[in-house]
């Protein structure tokens, strides 16, 4: 499906922070970071900025002699007041040797705790050889630390660092290698953690994105998902190959936590599952993110969005388009593709339709940045830039989510904040300014933002009278169904008392009294409509349901009511019919006599 089949929504607000981030940080960043209402910013000189979400800076600290290649915010669990950065940068020496070359990289992770950066609580030797970090992914617990190298090495750090467990910092933690090298850097990394019945078991996996070169886009112009997954090349990891080989790797890191007091590596790893390649096309830097709410990881390629389990290849939606970035924001999906403008000639180039040397000039498409947001699983998209329009050949820098609100940095300089409207602004999107009201949306948002049931029972009532007034009365009463329990049940009875709306009101009737919730005149109302469409099977039904169980609301079944008729046709305690139950052949049988004021 293509974006133009998306309903579209505004269900972020979007404002500017910065049209020029350089000059607010006073440095060109060269990572950035977002958490807690936290904005984080690493630079070349080895500095991090911090400032609040209105990009206030608060703070600024020197935590490497080089560049500052990544940041992460994390708080301990069992205390929030407990808050720490960790920063993973060059500390090697700035000046060159006597030859006039710089030393190469000597990485280090540094855990800080967030009010003091005097001294690290741990450091953390991140150096493989000369290679070049590329990326890092911190557990939320700060247990396991992954670095990704360019060479497509990727080594893991595991260990309780979140604790301050002695004077003198970790220096010295070994870590293990996942995967040495490979000829594809290693642009993403990503932690998942599945629930285990012991606290002490940690099943953790991580998801490793390499870019790889471009293979053959797969057709998702027709048959959806069934024809990509037929279209796919096997699994190398499943056909015995290579597991090494690049793409969409899945790493088991699970461990079994000790209970030594004070020891920072108290853990055994335990049995583990293979490396396994989940797609052997990958991704590069900044197109791949993990929806945590869904334990999935998003690919973003120029034909589609690919999803994946920690178990296999999930669906692909086709959204083309030449990709820039994607962030998961919560269970929507942020998308920043390019959007080609019309092509123009380039300056210098030769005049006329084929120009003086009688070859045909060079013209040049602009490339202007576009953001989406999606949500992929209801086809809708609720979020975009169009009142803050990115220059052209732009680029996005950073991407950053924290907890509903996105900060989107570009190399132009601009910094734009998306946050996410709650549940009630968002229904107003959908039931008043648009129209016809998308009832049926609206239900299914409220549900799955787990809205309070009483207020999701008013939409179901307001979408019942809404199809009332509409006159789809099947419509309605299917509504109106929802609501047994919440709304009274006289305001939807009285709406359906014509003779010609009996079988709505049966449907309720049975609605009510499959919840228990019929009290006698619903059950003497809801005979009276079987005897008025002469269906003797529900009626024996409906007194057998009766005699079965004692905790029916409702009059003993012998009973004689006199015949009346109330205002408005209405029924009363005197417009029931009178019916007399009697036993034969192990059934209950009923004969009826029917009011003949009952549908007046």
């Known amino acids: 499906m293509s974006r133009s089949g998306f309903k579209r929504f505004e269900f972020f607000d979007v404002d500017s922070l910065s049209s020029d981030i350089v000059a607010t940080l006073g440095c060109t960043p060269t990572c950035a970071a977002a958490e ?45 007041n407990k808050q720490y950065i960790v920063v993973l940068g060059d500390d090697a020496p700035p000046q060159t040797d006597s030859s006039g070359n710089k030393p190469p990289p000597l990485y280090f992770v540094k855990i800080y705790a967030a009010s003091d950066f005097v001294r690290p609580l741990h450091v953390l030797n991140a150096t493989v050889n000369d290679a070049v970090m590329s990326c890092f992914a911190v557990l939320s617990d700060g247990y396991q630390i992954a670095v990704g190298y360019e060479n ?21 933690a070994a870590y293990s290698v996942l995967q040495t090298s490979h000829s594809f850097p290693v642009t993403s990394l990503h932690f998942c953690e599945i629930p285990s019945k012991k606290s002490s078991d940690r099943r953790i996996r991580l998801f ?59 853990f055994v790893a335990a049995p583990r599952h293979p490396v396994r390649v989940l ?56 998308i920043v593709s390019v959007e080609e403008r019309i092509a123009v000639p380039v300056v210098g180039a030769s005049a006329g339709a084929h120009g003086l040397d009688g070859e045909l000039p060079t ?43 996105v900060y989107l940095i570009t190399t132009g300089g601009s910094m734009l904040r998306f946050r996410e409207k709650d549940t009630h602004r968002k229904l107003d999107v959908l039931l008043n300014q648009t129209s016809p009201p998308l009832y049926s949306l609206a239900i299914m948002l409220a549900a799955e933002e787990q809205l309070e049931p009483a207020e999701i029972m008013k939409l179901y009532k307001q979408y019942g009278d809404h199809l009332y007034e509409e006159k789809d009365f099947d419509g309605a009463i299917a509504q109106y169904s929802h609501t047994v329990g ?7 009875i009285t709406k359906f008392l014509d003779p010609y709306r009996i079988s709505n009101l049966i449907a309720y009737l049975e ?68 019916f007399n139950a009697f036993a034969s052949g192990g059934k209950v049988h009923l004969d009826v006599t029917i009011s003949s004021n009952l549908f007046n």
Request: with cysteine; net charge neutral; aromatic share 6%.
């Open 36 to 80: 807690g209402g936290m904005l984080m910013f690493g630079d070349r000189t080895g500095h991090i900025i911090l400032s609040d979400r209105n990009f206030h800076i608060s703070a600024r600290h020197r935590v490497f002699r080089g560049e500052v290649k990544g940041l992460a915010y994390l708080y301990d669990s069992a205390s929030i």
């Open 152 to 172: 497509g090495a990727v080594i893991l750090f595991s260990g309780r660092y979140l604790q301050e467990v002695s004077n003198t910092p970790i220096r010295n």
């Open 208 to 266: 490793a994105v390499m870019d790889t070169p471009d293979i053959p886009a797969l057709d998702l112009s027709q048959g959806g998902d069934e024809a990509a997954s037929a279209q796919r090349p096997p699994d190398p990891g499943m056909n015995g190959d290579d597991p090494k080989l690049a793409g969409v790797l899945i790493f088991d890191t699970s461990v079994t936590l000790g209970s030594a007091p004070g020891n920072t590596s108290d």
């Open 279 to 334: 797609d052997e096309r990958g991704a590069p830097a900044r197109c791949a993110s993990f929806m945590r709410g869904q334990s999935e990881l998003v690919v973003a390629r120029n034909e589609a969005v690919y999803n994946y389990s920690i178990e296999d290849r999930g669906g692909a939606l086709a959204i083309a388009g030449d990709k820039q970035c994607i962030c998961a924001v919560g269970r929507y999906t942020m």
């Open 363 to 405: 013209y040049m498409k602009p490339k202007r940045p576009v953001v989406n947001i999606y949500d992929l699983k209801n086809k809708i998209i609720c979020g975009t830039s169009k009142k803050y329009h990115l220059a052209l050949n732009d680029r996005v820098l950073f991407c950053l989510n924290d907890g509903g609100v």
């Open 486 to 492: 919440y709304i009274p049940s006289s305001s939807v």
């Open 511 to 578: 609605k009510l009294h499959a919840k228990n919730l019929a009290a006698s005149d619903h059950i003497t109302l809801l005979l009276s409509c079987y005897a008025k469409i002469r269906d003797d099977a529900q009626i024996n039904n409906l007194l057998e349901s009766i005699a079965l169980n004692p905790n029916t609301k409702t009059v003993p079944v012998a009973t004689a009511a006199g015949t009346g008729a109330s205002k408005a046709g209405t029924p009363s305690a005197t417009a029931a019919p009178s």
